[in-house]
């Protein structure tokens, strides 16, 4: 009995011990949640591009509305463009539209479209429907130039500079925040850039 | 259970029916597609790898991967086509980088830690000479 006391009265002198014994794991466990928090606020549906950089990928496509013209990868020249990739059959193209209309609306960006993997028809035909917010947009029926840009979801949409240079992917449908809050700063530091 | 063959039947013929037939002039150009495919990641759906994966930007990119071997491609030279277009991500074996360095080495850290740690508290548990100061009464 004595002795037992004796031992715990010994413990009880390095305070600072116990409070390293208990705090540890305890900081840990905190340090495990936060990293876990910041791993939950993350989207692992959003891929970082290897093409942010580099200049746009060559293409040569039909025009959607008429066949006997192609479009390439020179129409960025020049300007600052928006390269959206779109379909009619992704819903969440038709959460964006609306998002594209007003920024056609406002004329700030050369609004390209890349129509991927899609029906010619069907796609003319929600144009038809809903507005084309689109100056013009590039047919890409086999999905061929989708791959060069690296697309793996609809809707995706690229910033690039007047040198033709890819300088920002958006994935997923851009909502009004993300055109405010991201987007817009960079379209409109890019337009003042040479 | 007369039915049962013909369920099984049945089942064999639905699997069938999703794998492509792919034909090859030479059986080392299949073994190297099948490596590939294994060994190259769905970014749609992201834990099955192009082998795996329905998603239809699979099948494009295993016609891509096929066409390109056909093409008589080396295999690094197919991975880099997919690595310049969709990142490190494609790769399930990533190469080390300074992003990747936590990934290939924090598991090997962990491991000397949670050694160090356990061999501090064998120490401390193993038999210790009596204190004089608790035995002497």
Known sequence: MGVRLKARLGRHRCRPKIMLKYLLPLGLFAALLILLGIGLTLNPREVPSPLIG???????????????????????????????????????????????????????????GLNYKDDRGSALELLERAGNPYQVIAFDGDGKAGIDYGVYGVPETFVIDKQGVIRYKHIGPITPEDWEQKLAPLVRYLEKQP | MRWLPILALVLTGL???????????????????????????????????????????????????????????????????????????????????TTTALLWLGPFIAMALGALTLWRLIRRRSPNPPRPDINDS
């Open chain 1, 54 to 112: 580099q200049p746009a990928p060559n293409f040569t496509l039909q025009r959607l509305d008429d066949p006997s013209q192609t479009v390439s990868e020179e129409i960025f020249r020049g300007k600052v463009s928006l390269l959206n990739v779109w379909a009619s059959w992704c819903l969440a193209c038709r959460q964006e539209h609306p998002q594209l209309m007003e920024l056609r609306k406002r004329g700030e960006v050369l609004l390209v």
């Open chain 2, 15 to 97: 699997a069938l029916a999703g794998v492509e037939v792919r034909q090859f002039p030479d059986p080392k150009l299949e073994t190297r597609y099948h490596h590939l495919i294994e060994e190259l990641r769905c970014l749609v759906c992201q834990n099955q790898s192009l082998a795996d994966s329905n998603a239809d930007l699979a099948e494009d990119l295993r016609s891509e991967v096929y066409t390109m071997l056909l093409a008589g491609k080396s295999d690094q030279e197919i991975v880099d086509f997919l690595v310049s277009r969709y990142g490190d991500f494609v790769l399930y074996r990533p190469p080390l980088k």
